[in-house]
């Protein structure tokens, strides 16, 4: 068992008072886990009220005034301190035994364009063998496909694109595996959340939120990481939907800079302390 900080320092500036729908708050399926809850505080204080979207992500709504608004969050939460789980003898579930809940993670959706990749998806990985096995080949082509660099991050970049140009950050990594997954007829759903240097030498880049996904085997979600592609320890849940349109950190209605963006993610020391 280990304990992990997790925070972040936001600021926006708004040209006028904006309505904002931020995703910032960790999954409800970790609530159990927390030591000290991530609440969302907001410099100047406003009104913040939330709900649970499509997806079961717990969303906060506000309306941010005129000027500069700061959103910070510091907590700490349990974490089992296992890397991400390996199953390699799960089988693939054929499309008419699905459970009707996970068919919506078989359809192209805004990043995954199952239309344009489905061709290439069949030439690639057909000979694979079918479950696991499969969404782990996936998993091992995007990552020598892609090459990482934050240079190349583009907000509107499509798993098509990313096949393409073969280059991106874990989001597109992440689109075109599920993308592939789909085009296979395997479930994918993506997710974004927190994951620190926990057990591998540090990174000197500043901190992001992390992309990756799970597909649906033998009855149950796991989780895959085609940009890391190695099971890693301390992965803490935000959000998921279909790509990540369905879990931008914020959604806002208005004119707005960001002006500062930090994310930390940390393990503690015995004491609980960074």
Known sequence: ???????????????????????????????????????????????????????????????????????TSSSLIKD???????????????????????????LGSRYCETDRLTEAAWQLFDKTPT???????????????????????????????????????????AHLAIAFCRCMNIPARYCTGYLGDIG?????????????????LDGQWYTFDARNNTPRIGRVLIARGRDAADVAISSTFGPNTLMKFMIRTDKANELGCV
């Open 80 to 106: 089992d301190g296992e890397p991400d789980r390996v199953m390699p003898q799960a089988r693939q579930t054929p499309v008419e035994a699905l459970p009707d809940n996970t068919l919506l993670f078989l």
């Open 131 to 173: 479950g696991w096995g499969r969404v782990q080949a996936i998993c091992n082509y995007v990552n020598q496909h892609i090459s990482f660099g934050y240079q190349h991050a583009r907000r509107t970049k499509t798993a098509w694109e990313a096949f393409h140009e073969r280059t991106g950050v874990c989001r597109d990594y």
């Open 200 to 216: 591998i030498p540090a990174n000197p880049d500043p901190m992001d939120f992390a992309g990756w996904f799970e597909a649906y």
């Open 1 to 71: 068992m280990i304990k992990i900080h997790l925070g972040y320092e936001i600021i926006y500036d708004c040209l006028q008072p904006t309505p904002m729908i931020l995703t910032l708050n960790v999954h409800h399926s970790r609530v159990a886990d927390f030591i000290i809850p991530d609440k969302l505080v907001t410099d100047p204080p406003i009104p913040i009220t939330a709900y649970h979207d499509t997806y079961g992500n717990w969303c906060s709504r506000i309306v941010a005034p005129q000027g500069l608004l700061r959103l």
